[in-house]
């Protein structure tokens, strides 16, 4: 039996880095959303491994970091949800007309929608 194409846990071919294959990494690590899925943040650590797999883009790569160095999430105080609403408000407001569209404006037009009607068309 051959070992799968992605499989390096001592990191000699693929950038230095332990490389495994799609859903064979060992146990004791997790990616960043596996990690907020239990409450915790790499706290600072450094990527300890990564799986590689191939898709229609190329190769992906997912990095992996050690459960035992994670840590707990920071909790939200006052100020950080101010800072996060004053943020989301902004990206609401239209820098053409002014006004609080009630949505995050879309980056492709950057105003609201009324007022990317209003634009003529180049020809």
């Known amino acids: 039996m051959s ?3 992605f499989w390096d846990p001592d990191g000699s071919r693929f950038g230095g880095i332990p490389t495994f ?5 060992p146990d004791g690590y997790a990616t960043r959303r596996q990690l907020r899925a239990r409450g915790l943040r790499p706290g600072g650590q450094q990527v300890a491994a990564q799986i590689l797999r191939n898709t229609r883009r190329g190769v992906r790569a997912a ?5 035992d160095a994670a840590r707990p999430v920071r909790a939200m105080t006052p100020a950080r949800w101010a800072a996060l609403a004053a943020a989301n408000r902004a990206r609401r407001i239209c820098p053409d ?3 609080d ?5 879309p980056v492709r037009y950057g105003t609201c929608l009324p007022c990317a009607d209003s634009v003529p068309l180049a020809a």
């Open 21 to 25: 294959p799609w859903r064979m990494a």
């Open 101 to 105: 569209a009630g949505y995050v404006l």
């Open 63 to 67: 990095y992996l970091y050690r459960l």
């Open 3 to 5: 070992r799968p194409r």
């Open 97 to 99: 007309c002014g006004r």
